[in-house]
């Protein structure tokens, strides 16, 4: 994330939020207790507080990029698509729909909260948690975790195949 995301979103930048969690002792805290402090103390939003105590972590070496709390690895990407979120939910969550943007990955859904998320296990081994939010009228945002991949090494190209997974999705939504 860049310091110019992080300032529009909380007001500070990277060399202040570590600084300000140095002062108070995070390094010897645990990835729960880092977010809580940062929602407590400084009144961060639960998705901010998730960002910067990733980030913190990944910063310390206490966290590998991608590397989730339970030692294993997750890919994150995202896309807003020009179409209202329900729009956007149909068409993640339709398995006829699904071929024409996943490709050969089999996606099997796990769980749904229309029209806010939807989780699957996929086809080779990974899980995949879709979380969709509204941008204005017309425009939806959609934010793609890929988890339970084995390494780092498997980072890059998840985040890759999703890319281009979402690049068609938009694609097939004429956007």
């Known amino acids: ?11 500070a930048d990277w060399k202040t939020w570590l ?6 002792g995070a390094a010897e805290l645990d990835h729960a207790a880092i977010a809580r402090l940062l929602m407590r103390e ?7 507080a998730q960002s910067i105590t990733v980030g913190y972590e990944q910063e310390r070496g206490v ?13 994150t990407v995202s896309k807003t698509l020009d179409v209202p979120i329900g729009a956007a ?8 729909t699904q071929a024409g943007w996943v490709g050969d990955l089999e996606l099997v859904q796990r769980s749904a909260s229309p029209p806010a998320s939807v ?6 081994g990974s899980r995949v948690l879709v979380n969709l939010s509204v ?7 959609v934010q793609v975790e890929v988890a339970k991949l084995a390494s780092p090494e498997d980072v ?3 985040e890759e195949a999703w890319k281009t997974r979402l690049e068609r999705l938009a694609a097939q939504l004429g956007n």
């Open 19 to 24: 600084a300000l969690l140095d002062e108070r």
């Open 156 to 158: 890059g190209p998840a």
């Open 1 to 11: 994330m860049s310091d110019q995301a992080l300032i529009e979103g909380t007001g």
């Open 135 to 141: 941008q204005g009228e017309t425009k939806t945002a």
């Open 63 to 75: 966290r590998a990029p991608g590397q989730r709390p339970d030692g294993a690895f997750s890919a």
């Open 119 to 124: 989780r699957f296990d996929a086809s080779d």
């Open 42 to 48: 400084f009144e961060i939003d639960g998705w901010w």
């Open 89 to 96: 939910f149909e068409h993640l969550a339709d398995p006829e």
